[in-house]
T-cell receptor
Framework: KNEVEQSPQNLTAQEGEFITINCSYS?????LHWLQQHPGGGIVSLFM???GKKKHGRLIATINIQEKHSSLHITASHPRDSAVYIC????????FGTGTSLTVIP | SQTIHQWPATLVQPVGSPLSLECTVE??????LYWYRQAAGRGLQLLFY??????ISSEVPQNLSASRPQDRQFILSSKKLLLSDSGFYLC?????????????FGPGTRLTVT
């Protein structure tokens, strides 16, 4: 069993839909990270959070420390949101999920 | 502003050849530096972590080594490449405690070992 599990693995949505990607982890963490990897391979850090909720534009990340669960939400999805979204649990080590591949269709 | 550079962007090397990938960071001092590998169809794997010059932690036993000769320079090396070393190599930096600092990633090097 992986230390970080993401679901779904693949997701296809119509433009404008509300999207949720889930992440569960089994290790102790200092922070939970959400990363975005575009088709060319470049990775951008979206969020780093240790409690509660953070919002950047149409992206919202939440974490429940007791349940060891985090969600990434995208409101009013757009084709440019198409990417792989990676959850990472950061503690003494970094543990990465295998990513959720999102395709938003116009 | 901070910038992270990696080179080369792509590399094709034969099995048994040496490897040297370089990463440099600008605009910050004493960063934590990381080397990651992403094999085809797999998630990111942390290879090496450094909190300072000459201080390297290896996360996974492997055919690779890392060095940090200067504060903002991180080098990934191999004496003899294996086919299994193929993948996408990413350098990243952060400040603050390990795991709790926001990570900033370089553009990556796509390595194909033939």
């Amino acid at each position: 069993k992986n230390e970080v599990e993401q679901s779904p693995q693949n997701l296809t949505a119509q433009e404008g839909e509300f999207i949720t990607i889930n992440c569960s982890y089994s290790v102790g963490i200092s922070a939970l990270h959400w990363l975005q990897q575009h088709p060319g391979g470049g990775i951008v850090s979206l969020f780093m959070l240790s409690s509660g909720k953070k919002k950047h534009g149409r992206l919202i990340a939440t974490i429940n420390i007791q349940e060891k669960h985090s969600s990434l939400h995208i409101t009013a999805s757009h084709p440019r949101d198409s990417a792989v979204y990676i959850c990472a649990a950061g503690g003494n080590q970094f543990y990465f999920g295998t990513g959720t591949s999102l395709t938003v269709i116009p | 502003s901070q910038t992270i550079h990696q080179w080369p962007a792509t590399l094709v090397q034969p099995v048994g050849s040496p490897l040297s990938l370089e990463c440099t960071v600008e605009g910050t001092s004493n960063p934590n530096l990381y080397w990651y590998r992403q094999a085809a169809g797999r998630g990111l794997q942390l290879l090496f972590y450094s909190v300072g010059i000459g201080q390297i932690s290896s996360e996974v036993p492997q055919n690779l080594s890392a060095s940090r000769p200067q504060d903002r320079q991180f080098i990934l090396s191999s004496k003899k490449l294996l086919l299994s070393d193929s993948g996408f190599y990413l350098c990243a930096w952060s400040v603050g405690s390990r795991g709790a600092g926001e990570q900033y990633f370089g553009p990556g090097t796509r390595l194909t070992v033939t």
